[in-house]
């Protein structure tokens, strides 16, 4: 079973900035945190990761907190182009303990 | 530079056929992994290959299921005997590396079973 919970759905105003929230309650402390998303009819795509620090690049900005028990995933300046559904994951990042296990993600509709 | 590619984009099957899916992997990359989508729901976990053997095949749901790797770059997931609750989205997803964090996926195939 995934270890995180997202809300089903969320809205957002196009050019306004999308919070993405996740928990991740029972994260270990070697567990990072993962966002992909997936546009419809499309292969996912990885967006950023953390494992305690706030993390920042061109796609968007993780928020995790100082307990590492949640996160949140921030788009700026949304555009009509970011409608899809976003997944947040952890997973350890050692030995062969490679997959990913997905939940149902946040499905995010920017709006115009 | 080139991505993930899957062939076929779909394939429609008739219960009982075996078929073959193909995963191109980005050149290099030596981590690939198979998941599959069904409508609704977000990937679900099948295998993972580093280089040519299989690291982890925890995913494969039945022995119907099968994959190689047998050169270490192109992948194909075998099933036999299909059923109709085969039909999904078929992901390939590969890494440069064991230990990287990102998976690039490539843009799946769709198989039905009728």
């Known amino acids: 079973d995934a270890k995180t919970t997202q809300p089903p759905s969320m809205d957002c105003a196009e050019g306004r900035a999308a919070n993405l929230p996740c928990n991740h309650s029972?994260?270990?402390?070697?567990?990072?945190v993962y966002w992909y998303r997936q546009i419809h009819s499309q292969g996912p795509q990885y967006i950023i990761h953390g494992l305690k620090n706030n993390e920042t690049n061109e796609m968007a900005s993780l928020i995790i907190t100082e307990d590492r028990k949640s996160s949140t995933l921030i788009l700026p300046h949304a555009t009509l182009r970011d409608t899809a559904v976003y997944y947040c994951i952890v997973r350890a990042n050692a030995g062969n303990n490679r997959k990913l296990i997905w939940g149902l993600g946040t499905s995010l509709a920017v709006n115009p | 530079g080139a991505g993930v590619s899957q062939t076929p984009s779909n394939k429609v099957t008739e219960k009982g056929k075996y078929v073959e899916l193909r995963c191109d992997p980005i050149?290099?990359?030596?981590?690939l992994y198979w998941y599959r989508q069904s409508l609704g729901q977000g990937p679900e976990f099948l295998i993972y290959f580093q280089g040519t053997g299989a690291a982890d095949d925890s995913g494969l749901p039945n022995d119907r299921f099968f994959a190689v790797r047998p050169e270490g770059s192109v992948s194909t997931l075998k099933i036999q005997r299909t059923e109709r609750g085969d039909s999904a989205m078929y992901l390939c997803?590969?890494?440069?590396?064991?230990?990287?964090?990102?998976?690039?996926f490539g843009p799946g195939t769709r198989l039905t079973v009728l």
């Open positions: 029972t994260i270990s402390g070697n567990e990072y």
């Open positions: 050149s290099g990359h030596t981590a």
């Open positions: 997803a590969s890494s440069p590396r064991q230990g990287a964090f990102e998976q690039f």
